[in-house]
């Protein structure tokens, strides 16, 4: 099963852009790349995903390597309702969903 | 309201002693799973279903059993629960699921805290 690999944290101040990195050296070409994030106390939420061409909805964008090792989600302009933990995860070809331990956000005031 | 339900949310309970945490999505969706999350070891997938009578084993089965008889439902049973399950369970859903060609969001439940004793 293909696996993601995410910095354990970041930091951001408010109001500033946030650049949540993934690293999926393993991808193929049919799996498309997930995010989710989970914020205190609830469930993962969807944030976004995509194949090959970078996305964009209003929660966030989603810019993907050309060679798709990579993959980058972008947070506009932070707020305090952000911070949570950001899962990168592959769909993996077969039925089940790997999410690994994914990157802490923080965003400081 | 669009939701995915799980009852109970808080569970206390003794080892061996047989459990059910239900799961119930409102939004007639065919893919079903359950999770657990733990503290450094994230989201793990236990078991998932892609429809009604059709269930797979995901990264973490041992010990535990699930069912899909109707579509709405898919409960999660430990059948002599040890205290290495304490842990919280999250149950998700999604409209349909297509391998090799992508996956609809997932919607995930309020989460079920339990703990074995």
């Known amino acids: 099963d293909a696996k993601t690999t995410q910095p354990n944290s970041m930091e951001s101040n408010e109001e500033e852009p946030v650049h949540l990195p993934c690293n999926h050296s393993?991808?193929?070409?049919?799996?498309?790349i997930h995010w989710y994030r989970q914020l205190p106390s609830q469930g993962p939420e969807y944030v976004i995903h995509?194949?090959?061409s970078n996305v964009n909805n209003r929660m966030a964008s989603l810019a993907i390597a050309e060679d798709r090792k990579s993959s980058t989600l972008i947070l506009h302009r932070a707020t305090l309702r952000d911070a949570a933990v950001y899962y990168c995860?592959?769909?993996?070809?077969?039925?089940?969903?790997?999410f690994g331990t994914g990157t802490r956000l923080k965003v400081l005031a | 309201e669009a939701q995915v339900t799980q009852n109970p949310r808080y569970l206390i309970t003794v080892t061996g002693k047989k459990l059910t945490v239900t799961c119930s999505q409102n939004?007639?969706?065919?893919?079903m799973s359950w999770y657990r999350q733990d503290p450094g070891l994230g989201l793990r997938q236990i078991y998932y279903?892609?429809?009604?009578?059709?269930?797979d084993k995901g990264d973490v089965p041992e010990g535990y059993k699930v069912s899909r008889k109707e579509k709405r439902n898919f409960p999660l049973i430990l059948e002599s629960p040890s205290p290495n399950q304490t842990s919280l369970y999250f149950c998700?859903?999604?409209?349909?699921?297509?391998?090799?060609?992508?996956?609809?969001?997932?919607?995930f439940g309020p989460g079920t805290r339990l703990t074995v004793l």
């Open positions: 279903s892609m429809n009604v009578e059709v269930t």
């Open positions: 995509g194949l090959t």
């Open positions: 393993t991808i193929s070409g049919t799996d498309y």
């Open positions: 998700a859903s999604s409209l349909y699921f297509r391998a090799g060609v992508g996956r609809d969001t997932q919607y």
């Open positions: 995860i592959l769909s993996s070809g077969t039925y089940k969903y790997i």
């Open positions: 939004m007639n969706h065919e893919y």
